[in-house]
T-cell receptor, first 115, second 115 residues
Framework: AQTVTQSQPEMSVQEAETVTLSCTYDTSENNYYLFWYKQPPSRQMILVIRQEAYKQQNATENRFSVNFQKAAKSFSLKISDSQLGDTAMYFCAFTPYTGAQKLVFGQGTRLTINP | SAVISQKPSRDICQRGTSLTIQCQVDSQVTMMFWYRQQPGQSLTLIATANQGSEATYESGFVIDKFPISRPNLTFSTLTVSNMSPEDSSIYLC????????????FGEGSRLTVL
């Protein structure tokens, strides 16, 4: 069975700082997708960034980037120049290429950006 | 992408009653899923809603408790039956768009409180 582990229940940084959220996963699949989702207090789950396992290049989306280490099964999220609007729960998630595309989520990291 | 509307947004229910949550998508989608998010927890998949056939339930979830309908490619309902306080959660509808890219799109969720 696939599992996703986020070892940081809570993190807090000052505005404009850089923060890194950790995620590890376990799977026997070779091809899969990894995601970071953001859930602000409004509850809407928003996709932050995605990574396809066959791509060696780390994904980036503006201030958000990942460090994908396939051999180590690690998928961390770096937020640069953090903003107050980045305050949210962040979930790491996994789904294999094949099958029903069901997502397996980590436990979440509550990130607070302080002014 | 896909725009997903869920109703109700929130509700307070009495123990022993049932409530049906609706999920409407603005386009035809191949796959629809229902997730549960208990207070302060991550998301857990309840079932995959299959168009024209019975839903596929995950371990720990049964049809009698969570009956699901999916009459067409844009609409699904989840009923939470014979509710108890342990059913107090956010229930989220999610979809894979017509051309799967791995990611899920989520509705805003339905927050149920059972007294």
């Amino acid at each position: 069975a696939q599992t996703v582990t986020q070892s940081q229940p809570e993190m807090s940084v000052q505005e404009a700082e850089t923060v890194t959220l950790s995620c590890t996963y376990d799977t026997s699949e070779n091809n899969y997708y990894l995601f970071w989702y953001k859930q602000p207090p409004s509850r809407q789950m928003i996709l932050v960034i995605r990574q396809e396992a066959y791509k060696q290049q780390n994904a980036t989306e503006n201030r958000f980037s990942v460090n994908f280490q396939k051999a180590a099964k690690s998928f961390s999220l770096k937020i640069s120049d953090s903003q107050l609007g980045d305050t949210a729960m962040y979930f790491c998630a996994f789904t294999p290429y094949t099958g029903a595309q069901k997502l397996v989520f980590g436990q979440g990291t509550r990130l607070t950006i302080n002014p | 992408s896909a725009v997903i509307s869920q109703k109700p947004s929130r509700d307070i229910c009495q123990r022993g009653t049932s409530l049906t949550i609706q999920c409407q998508v603005d386009s035809q989608v191949t796959m629809m899923f229902w997730y549960r998010q208990q207070p302060g927890q991550s998301l857990t998949l309840i079932a995959t809603a299959n168009q024209g056939s019975e839903a596929t339930y995950e371990s720990g979830f049964v049809i009698d408790k969570f009956p699901i309908s999916r009459p067409n490619l844009t609409f699904s309902t989840l009923t939470v039956s014979n509710m108890s306080p342990e059913d107090s959660s956010i229930y989220l509808c999610s979809v894979v768009p017509g051309f799967p890219t791995g990611e899920l799109f989520f509705g805003e969720g339905s927050r149920l409180t059972v007294l």
